[in-house]
């Protein structure tokens, strides 16, 4: 039985990959060992899965605290007049911004875009009527706020510069 021996293996399959490993039993499911599933749950899917089954479960509740939301900021714009409030906005984005600047950006474009929409839906009713609701153009706002910033930075420097001369 000598010829019967088994030969030696070839190179081919001796380099061949190995086989595929079988998948877990979970397949796409997130870890329950933290692997996976601290990826997947952030603090804003958290709270949006808390609004919904507040909805779902007391949608009474939720109906007058939207109603009291829109009354709170109704009265915002009647105690202060829209022009104030629209410029404590816009401030008080330009200060995150300032902040965090690539956020600010985002920002700003999301308000630019919500302020447009908002716009067209105004366009809807007779001049003159809703002329206090339209939302500033934060577009803009921002690139007068950098043109102020730079026109500041140069009268700086200009001046920084005088004074060295002279000294």
């Known amino acids: 039985m000598a010829g019967l021996a088994d030969p030696a293996p070839s190179a081919a399959t001796a380099t061949a990959s190995p086989k595929p490993r079988a998948k877990n039993l979970l397949g796409g499911i997130p870890r329950l060992d933290g692997g996976g599933l601290r990826q997947h749950v952030t603090g804003g899917r958290l709270v949006a899965a808390a609004l919904l089954l507040l909805v779902v479960l007391m949608p009474a509740l939720m109906f007058l605290l939207f109603v009291l939301f829109l009354t709170v900021i109704a009265g915002i714009f009647l105690a202060f007049g829209s022009d ?19 956020q600010g950006k985002t920002l700003f474009r ?6 447009c929409r908002w716009d067209l839906a105004l366009d809807c009713f007779p001049d003159g009527t809703v002329d206090a609701l339209y939302m500033p153009d ?3 706002f921002q ?11 140069a009268a700086v420097t200009e001046r920084l510069a005088r004074l060295q001369s002279n000294g």
């Open 84 to 102: 104030s409030v629209w410029e404590t906005v816009a401030r008080q984005t330009a200060r995150f911004a300032a902040r965090h600047p690539e």
């Open 110 to 115: 999301w308000l630019d875009s919500v302020a």
């Open 143 to 153: 690139s007068e706020r950098d043109a102020r910033k730079n026109a500041h930075d």
């Open 138 to 140: 934060f577009a803009n």
